[in-house]
């Protein structure tokens, strides 16, 4: 079958990285989503900087390339301007948790209606492997050759607190499984969240690892308190959907049913609501 969401550019992840998992499973959901009658015409992504950031290259899908950490930002702005799109960042660890932490947690607090997936390899791999707000403690690389002395976050408790009314982590190990999460996440009203365990085979090959631990999550957690026993496991690495529930979004609190993209004002309307503000 012809890939018509692949693109011309050459790829540079190295061979087996969990990235080339991810990839799969965002082209395996948009195949998923058309069917359901939900266009990739009207899907708009955005990505940051790191390795995870080449699959806006790798992708045959409108947006916006962004900065370190502002991918969550971007398709904010993307969605206020025009609510019609459904909207998907990728970021890193270090893009997410680190330059971008703040981003995260406010679009998570306000209920944007928008998707993050974030490639969670516990490392800053296009750097060379630094560790990140996600490294085990005692992870060893050039910023920290005696070992981290930090205690690692825990992405899914930092947004079940923060807001977001859907959280869920996959593994590109499991495409499927993570293929239905997106496909979850982007029809998901309001903000979800996909934190994606990442192997990063040249810095922080976990692939051992994770194939010993993860196990499928059979059912969402009936309650917050449930999910957040669930995200908090340290014996097993669940994967699944932690939590969904529905609350008011963003940008129809802030516009209610107005899309400034199709009912733009003129700018003659524009001139005149400025001289009516200055004349008062
Ligand atoms: Fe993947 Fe790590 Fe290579 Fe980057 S450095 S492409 S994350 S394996």
């Not at 969401?5 to 540079?12: F, H, V």
């Not at 398709?75 to 019609?84: E, L, N, S, V, Y």
């Not at 593994?171 to 979800?192: D, E, N, Q, R």
Request: overall charge neutral; some cysteine; charged content about 20%.
């Amino acid at each position: 079958m012809m890939d018509d969401l692949k693109t011309s550019a050459e790829n540079t992840w190295c061979p087996g990285c969990g990235n080339f998992g991810i990839l799969n499973a965002v082209k395996k959901a948009v195949r998923i989503l058309e069917e359901k009658g939900i266009s990739r015409d009207i899907m708009a992504i955005s990505a940051g900087i790191g390795c995870h950031a080449k699959i806006f290259d790798y992708l045959a899908l409108s947006g916006l390339y962004s900065i370190h950490g502002r991918a969550a930002a971007t398709i904010q702005g993307m969605k206020i301007a025009h609510p019609g799109l459904k909207v998907i960042a990728f970021a890193g660890d270090g893009d997410a948790y680190g330059e971008g932490i703040a981003h995260l947690i406010f679009a998570a607090k306000r209920n944007a209606d928008i998707t993050v997936v974030v490639h969670n390899n516990g490392v800053y791999g296009l750097t060379t492997g630094q560790f990140t707000p996600t490294s085990k403690k005692g992870f060893k690389g050039p910023s920290t050759p005696r070992g981290s002395v930090e205690e690692p976050l825990n992405p899914l408790t930092l947004m079940l607190e923060a807001g977001a009314t859907f959280v869920a982590r996959g593994y590109p190990g499991k495409i499927t499984h993570l293929a239905s999460l997106i496909v979850k996440a982007i029809k998901h009203k309001g903000f979800s969240f996909i934190d994606v365990l990442q192997p990063c085979v040249t810095f922080n090959n976990t692939y051992d690892l994770y194939n010993e631990q993860v196990e499928i999550l059979e059912e969402i957690p009936e309650t917050y308190e449930a999910a957040i026993l669930e995200a908090r496991k340290k014996e097993s690495l669940p994967i699944g959907v932690f939590y969904e529930i529905l609350k008011p979004i963003y940008h129809e609190e802030l516009y209610g049913d107005w899309n400034p993209v199709i009912q733009k004002f003129s700018r003659e309307k524009r001139l005149q609501a400025v001289k009516d503000l200055l004349s008062e």
